[in-house]
């Protein structure tokens, strides 16, 4: 048992002075107490630890790759970077995109998170057909997060289309569920994947409104148990707007709020560009919005309307 004496706590009744700390040999904690006499360190403050609760692991891999925007003028957009993606997310074995996750979530680890909520598309063998165990890029990240020392949210996203209405481009075919029914096997043996260890819990997600048919992802969101976590990529870009209008005539957060019950388990991701109304569903609703500032500060074309 480690003793931690803190000047200041932060718990879920406020900020608390003078406490002890005891973390148990799993890293857990076991009590706080008032009784000040032995310890072990003695720090300032202690915060929760964040949550890292949007990542892509295999990316880590291109950091700075398609980054571009000096040299190529003009030239380097959230579109051109995608397209430097799919060629990386072609080119990663199941050993490959492990060694990747474990740097990663040791580098998380190490600024300060302890989980992960990995946002999981890449789930198919490089040609684009099914592993015998179609959840084995997935028990790849559970592995790597247990290496680490992490715990994680696997979350298998669906993806099924290439744009509102289109079919999926060929650089896509390590991401995709033709169907529903697919999706459902995939989050089955990815909920089996997170069984090997004993900090990791699946989440369901849908890559985008433009990536899945909108019946299916209001079926989707009545299989989901009440305590499941659903994650969605939306709002990210101008023209996933304009597009959104055009094919389902509402803007995407306006569309989910109208068709889905959202609630404290929804979790946008982005939501860059939203009007007052999506801002006062989602308020209303509870549901969380996920930011990462540096994705929309370089490969966005606006800035969150946090204040508001």
């Known amino acids: 048992m480690t003793k931690i004496l ?17 973390i148990n040999a799993d890293g857990h904690i076991g009590k706080l107490r008032t009784d000040t006499k032995e310890y072990d360190h003695h720090v300032g ?10 990542s892509h692991s295999f990316q880590y891999a291109m950091a700075g790759m398609a980054e571009l925007h000096e040299i190529t003028p003009n030239q380097n957009d959230f579109w051109s ?9 072609l080119a990663i074995n199941p050993d490959q995109l492990e060694d990747i996750a474990t740097m990663l979530y040791k580098e998380m680890l190490r600024n300060g998170y302890t989980h992960v909520a990995e946002f999981h ?3 198919h063998d490089i040609s684009g057909k099914k592993f015998n165990n179609i959840s084995e890029n997935g ?4 592995s790597a997060a247990k290496k680490a020392g992490i715990k994680i949210t696997l979350i298998p996203i669906f993806y099924q289309m290439g744009g509102f209405g289109k079919n999926p481009e060929e650089k896509q075919r390590r991401f995709i569920s033709e169907t529903y029914t697919d999706y459902i096997s ?3 043996a990815s909920r089996k994947s997170t069984n090997h260890y004993c900090n990791a819990s699946a989440g369901i997600g849908i890559h985008s409104m433009r990536g899945v048919k909108e019946k299916d992802i209001i079926q989707l969101s009545q299989y989901r148990n009440k305590n499941t976590p659903f994650h969605i990529h939306v709002s990210e870009q101008l023209k996933e707007i304009e597009d959104c209008i055009n094919h389902l005539g509402q803007r995407p957060v306006e569309w989910l709020a109208n068709n889905i019950e959202l609630n404290e388990n929804y979790h946008l991701v982005h939501a860059t560009h939203i009007n007052e109304k999506e801002i006062s569903k989602i308020a209303k609703s509870k549901a969380n919005v996920v930011l990462c500032p540096s994705t929309e500060g370089n490969l966005g074309d606006g800035i969150f309307p946090l204040k508001e």
């Open 81 to 89: 970077w995608r397209n430097a993606m799919y060629d990386l997310a």
């Open 6 to 22: 803190a000047d200041k706590i932060l718990t879920s009744s406020g900020w608390q002075e003078n406490i002890i700390v005891e």
């Open 186 to 188: 995939l989050f089955d």
């Open 139 to 142: 028990e790849r990240l559970v």
């Open 121 to 123: 598309y890449l789930h």
């Open 45 to 54: 403050c202690l915060l929760p630890a964040p949550v890292n609760a949007h």
